[in-house]
């Protein structure tokens, strides 16, 4: 994201030329035309629950969720990571659990899951480069993981890595960044209602270029924090250094909380293009909400702090 297109999104970028209504809008015109035994034969396999987390606004379709991608490992351009990522194997899959926690292991992925509810939810994301997109994950709260795993009392953060195998991620074969990709999180942010494993979109797993076979999500904070292809989860009480904070500390702090009034050193953080898949989406910049619109769940873990200064 340092390195180019940081400014502004070309529109030969932009492929899908329909707008995806979010499936709620679809079911009710469906049912008004169709009625109710028509729909299983029309609508995608998997059902999703409408939960007190999802947004009603308009989805971007699958099509571009899974073609405009932010995946160095795969390429430094957002139409890179859908073409690199081809053929990436999903299985087999380990996740190292180290640290501060009661059951260490390295876990087969499946076992990792094991017992945990698989949800659906709908999240407004926002990356630093001020695109966002509306996207179905599919995936696990992190807080059932966490207390199936029982960190310590003595861990205050948790830190998370992407697979590092320069054999299957062509780009780790060259410095553009610390590989491999890092990221954090202090326990109570891990701990938050909203914090989400995801194992793909639109109900079901993959594709890999969005972080399958396990992926970080946490719609309040910019796009880096979502750390994609995890294989190693270690409770901590330190900080960790997270790959964007080490590469550049004066433009991504370990935070990043979306915040419409504290800029990015090169450009304002108080608009963004949702991408829709419509043909004119970066012509209507809407306004950035504070914590990306979702306060209610995580403004009260930053209360007193200085965002400024923990941006
Ligand atoms: N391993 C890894 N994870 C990553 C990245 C990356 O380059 N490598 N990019 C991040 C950034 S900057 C964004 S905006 C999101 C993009 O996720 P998406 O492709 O599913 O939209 O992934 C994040 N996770
Ligand atoms: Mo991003």
């Not at 989805?59 to 081809?86: M, R, W």
């Not at 992190?142 to 199936?148: E, I, R, V």
């Not at 829709?276 to 809407?286: A, E, N, S, W, Y």
Request: with cysteine; hydrophobic share 40%.
């Amino acid at each position: 994201m340092l390195i180019k297109r940081a400014t502004d999104i070309p529109s030969s970028e932009i492929t899908s030329e329909y707008a995806y209504r979010n499936r709620r809008q679809f079911l009710k015109a469906a049912g008004a035309t169709l009625g109710a035994a028509g729909l299983g034969s029309i609508l995608p396999a998997s059902a999703y629950a409408s939960s007190k987390y999802d947004t009603d606004e308009m989805q971007t379709p699958l099509e571009h969720v899974s073609s405009y991608n932010n995946y160095y490992e795969f390429g430094t351009g957002k139409d890179e990571p859908v073409v690199n990522a081809k053929g990436f194997k999903l299985r087999p899959w380990t996740v190292a659990v180290s640290g501060m926690v009661k059951k260490p292991a390295t876990y087969a992925l499946d076992d990792l899951l094991k017992g945990l509810t698989v949800e659906d939810r709908i999240y407004r994301m926002r990356c630093v480069e001020r695109w966002s997109m509306v996207i179905p994950w599919h995936g696990y709260p992190m807080a059932a993981l966490l207390n199936k795993l029982e960190p310590l009392p003595s861990a205050k953060f948790v830190k998370m890595q992407t697979l590092y195998a320069p054999d299957r991620m062509l780009e780790q074969r060259r410095p553009i960044l610390h590989w491999p990709y890092t990221e954090g999180l202090r326990m109570d942010e891990a701990m938050n209602e909203l914090t989400f494993l995801a194992v793909g979109v639109y109900g079901k797993e993959g594709p890999a270029q969005n972080g399958a076979p396990l992926r970080l999500i946490t719609p309040w904070k910019y796009g880096f924090k979502g750390v994609k292809a995890i294989v190693k989860i270690e409770f901590t009480d330190k900080m960790p250094l997270s790959a964007w904070n080490e590469e550049a500390p004066h433009e991504y702090g370990f935070y990043a909380n979306v915040n419409p009034n504290v800029d990015h050193p090169r450009w304002s953080q108080a608009n963004e293009a949702r991408l829709t898949g419509g043909l004119f989406d970066q012509l209507r910049p809407i306004k950035t909400r504070m914590f990306n619109g979702y306060g209610a769940f995580v403004e009260r873990m930053y209360a007193g702090m200085d965002l400024r200064a923990n941006f």
